[in-house]
């Protein structure tokens, strides 16, 4: 079995590997290079690809920062920090980067059907997140019914389907999951505005969520140490 996993360089994207390959599947990796200030990430997806076992990993630049209106692809727009849990859960962040899970499953769909792959895997998740529109189950079925039509193997009856392990899962659940499946924490970066090293900030939202995530495992975070 052959699967396309978008892979991020974070934790969430790198447990879903891990998780894909324990399901059997041959894991073809891919990373999206769109211009965000956070690029230590794709250093750490290709070191996470060859120590997950992935069968391959790709690197496909594509320029939304050039379209803007994020704070994760405009470094005049400030990322926000030590926002109360509250804030993170109230609308939609300006760390929220447009149609961006839809271009990156879009890529991941056309190389699925070139690896004549009928599985999708993605990091997303429903219940710790910070608002994005595209991290929702109903998304994810309107892009798996998408994928029947606008395709030339789902027109000629092949069905993809999007897998998104960590959907329904707390930050601590997906902690867990992770050391149960080996994946080395320590080199995985969640951070929105992290150092050249790819030292986290410990101030952004998405530092406070695996905060959070950790201290509900009871584990220390090895990316700290």
């Not at 400030?78 to 447009?98: F, L, M």
């Amino acid at each position: 079995m052959r699967a396309v996993v978008l892979l991020s360089g974070g934790m969430d994207s790198a447990t879903t590997l891990a998780e894909a390959r324990h399901r059997g599947f041959e894991a073809h990796a891919l990373t999206v290079r769109y211009g965000q200030r956070h690029a230590v990430e794709i250093e750490r997806a290709e070191e996470l690809a060859r120590s997950l076992g992935a069968a391959s990993h790709r690197v496909v630049g594509v320029e939304l920062d050039v379209l803007g209106g994020s704070a994760l692809t405009d470094e005049a727009v400030d990322v926000p920090k030590e926002r109360s849990d509250g804030e993170i859960a109230e609308g939609i962040p300006v760390t929220y980067v447009p149609a961006r899970n839809t271009v990156m499953l879009s890529l991941a769909l056309g190389w699925a059907e070139v690896l004549e792959a009928r599985d999708l895997f993605l990091g997303v998740n429903a219940i710790d997140y910070s608002g994005y529109p595209d991290c929702r189950p109903e998304y994810l079925e309107a892009f798996e019914r998408l994928a029947g039509l606008a395709t030339r193997a789902g027109v000629e009856g092949s069905a993809f389907r999007i897998h998104a392990p960590l959907l329904e899962l707390t930050k601590g659940q997906i902690v867990r999951r992770a050391v149960e499946l080996g994946v080395d924490l320590g080199r995985t970066v969640s951070c929105y505005d992290p150092d050249a090293s790819g030292r986290p900030c410990g101030r952004c939202d998405a530092c406070l969520l695996r905060a959070r995530g950790f201290a509900e495992a009871g584990l220390a975070d090895p990316a700290l140490a």
